[in-house]
């Protein structure tokens, strides 16, 4: 017994201890063997997809916007000249009027009143005259006769000439009478639209009594806007170097409040003689069609003008720009679709893209969507990047 050596006991009877070692070591080979029972490594994750952009130089044009008043090129306050009661109101408020319409009447009784007594008193002083005349006349041969003394032909010389003057006088009161006659008619000096009326009938007017109404001449129609100094000399600049006229000014867009642009295209009028010390700013006036009266006085309005054309300009979109700290960056795919952030100058926004003035070439491809994956050094599955449709202008 002592030469078989130690025995342990298992599950399966007496084992020595040799045989035990043995069949634990095929027992692992065998599990080894067996697939499935060893651990797989996982396999790499795939590079997240991203949009990109291929930047290509081009032509931009560079616009540039102002707050801008619109008011009609003539306001004519309409007013009372005379004194008297309101008879009637002969336009519709709102609708247009020609020069000479008559708009308000006037009680013209008094005045024609006064008219009447400038004419009789004219009357009078011709009779006044004829008899004077002839009294000349019949006094000078006997004034040389001596039958009349000569102060009595003097005082009828005299009495000719200040009927002379009265008729004058006489005259020119009927002729003052006549134009305030002529002033219970009140007229419209313009063509244009006929503002609401500020007086009713029955009220007792006169020239201290305000405005009546006012007509606005609207096509054209003026808009008011103030650039800083330095666009102003940018402009004027542009101007200088075509042929020096009004002629080369941009044309003006209206964008109103609705966010649609006036269909009609307006142009410069003049700049106003000077910059304003407070502000720094210089008012210039643009002019615009508007046969169709949409736009109004007192309306506010964005007006844009194309300024200047950037050549070989970069342009990507503003959503591929991310801001730190006041640093811009982007994330550029290279080669072997590895992600770097190449930090970059931003120049003006254009619409919703930035024009990069430094940091970007020509041919870089820019992730625009799937920024927040494209980290540095990171692989990304680039694909193009389709921008989205503008939606059209109602």
């Not at 004519?76 to 309101?86: C, D, E, H």
Request: with cysteine.
């Amino acid at each position: 017994m002592a030469g078989y050596g130690k025995t342990n006991i298992s599950p399966f009877g007496r084992i020595s201890t040799g045989c035990l070692g043995l069949w634990l070591a095929g027992l692992i080979s065998l599990l080894l063997a067996i697939p499935g029972c060893a651990k797989k490594k996982p396999p790499p994750p795939a590079p997240p997809d991203v949009q990109v952009l291929t930047v290509t130089p081009t032509n931009v044009p560079i616009y540039q916007e102002w707050i801008g008043t619109l008011d009609g090129s003539v306001n004519a306050q309409i007013r009372a000249q005379v004194t008297g009661y309101l008879l009637k109101q002969n336009y519709a408020e709102g609708s247009h009027v020609k020069a000479g319409d008559l708009l308000f009447q006037i009680d013209p009784r008094p005045f024609q009143a006064l008219l009447d007594q400038a004419k009789a008193n004219l009357a009078q002083s011709e009779a006044q005259l004829q008899k004077s005349e002839l009294d000349v006349k019949r006094y000078t041969p006997l004034a040389k006769d001596q039958a009349i003394s000569q102060q009595t032909l003097d005082d009828a010389i005299q009495a000719t000439s200040g009927a002379q003057a009265q008729i004058t006088a006489n005259k020119a009161a009927i002729e003052s009478a006549t134009l305030n006659l002529d002033f219970t008619k009140i007229t419209s000096p313009i063509d244009g639209l006929a503002g609401l009326a500020q007086v009713h009938i029955g009220d007792l007017v006169s020239p201290s009594s305000g405005v009546l109404t006012t007509v606005s001449s609207l096509d054209p129609i003026r808009v008011f806007f103030q650039v800083n100094e330095r666009s102003y000399l940018d402009f004027w600049r542009r101007i200088i170097e075509a042929d020096g006229t009004n002629s080369s000014s941009p044309e003006l867009e209206l964008i109103l409040s609705d966010g649609t642009t006036y269909p009609e295209r307006g142009k410069f009028f003049f700049a106003d003689r000077q910059i304003d010390v407070n502000t720094g700013t210089l008012q210039i006036v643009g002019l615009f069609p508007n046969k169709k009266f949409m736009l109004r006085p007192g309306q506010f309005a964005r007006v844009r003008a194309h300024t200047l054309t950037r050549t070989n300009a970069i342009l990507v979109p503003q959503r591929a720009v991310s801001q730190l700290q006041g640093s811009y960056q982007v994330a550029v795919v290279g080669e072997s679709n590895k992600v770097n952030i190449a930090s970059v100058t931003v120049g003006e926004q254009i619409g919703s893209d930035w024009i990069i003035e430094k940091g970007l070439k020509p041919g870089a491809r820019v992730v625009v969507e799937g920024t927040q994956k494209a980290k540095e050094g990171t692989v990304v599955n680039p694909q193009p990047w389709t921008p989205p449709k503008q939606p059209e202008e109602p």
